[in-house]
Nanobody
Framework: QVQLVESGGGLVQPGGSLRLSCAAS????????MSWYRQAPGKERELVAV????????NYAESVKGRFTISRDAAKNTVYLQMNSLKPDDTAVYYC???????????WGQGTQVTVSS
């Protein structure tokens, strides 16, 4: 059974930082592209960052470039999202996603709330 468990969300003031973690189990971590998405109230879910399983290339949404960093630790089957210089517009539920590089398998975590407010 595949599980993606996010943690690290919370309430932070503008300009602050948070680090989200997504621990994966039940899958071969190295065969999956790992992504972070977010969904704000009343808005569609959007891709924040992705790290490709083969080669390790990384892409970010324009709105987070220079502020967010995605990384993965294969030994821990975990992907991280370091978020710095947070803005109120970053407020959303953040979801971890695992997409098979060689299959059409696609898994989601339950989400973790990030609220940026003074």
């Amino acid at each position: 059974q595949v599980q993606l468990v996010e943690s690290g969300g919370g309430l932070v003031q503008p300009g602050g930082s948070l680090r989200l973690s997504c621990a994966a189990s039940g899958l071969t971590f190295g065969f999956y592209d790992m992504s972070w998405y977010r969904q704000a109230p009343g808005k569609e879910r959007e891709l924040v960052a992705v790290i490709i399983s083969v080669g390790g290339s990384i892409n970010y949404a324009e709105s987070v470039k220079g502020r967010f960093t995605i990384s993965r630790d294969a030994a821990k089957n975990t992907v991280y999202l370091q978020m710095n210089s947070l803005k109120p517009d970053d407020t959303a539920v953040y979801y971890c996603n695992a997409k098979g590089r060689y299959t059409n398998w696609d898994f989601w975590g339950q989400g973790t709330q990030v609220t940026v407010s003074s």
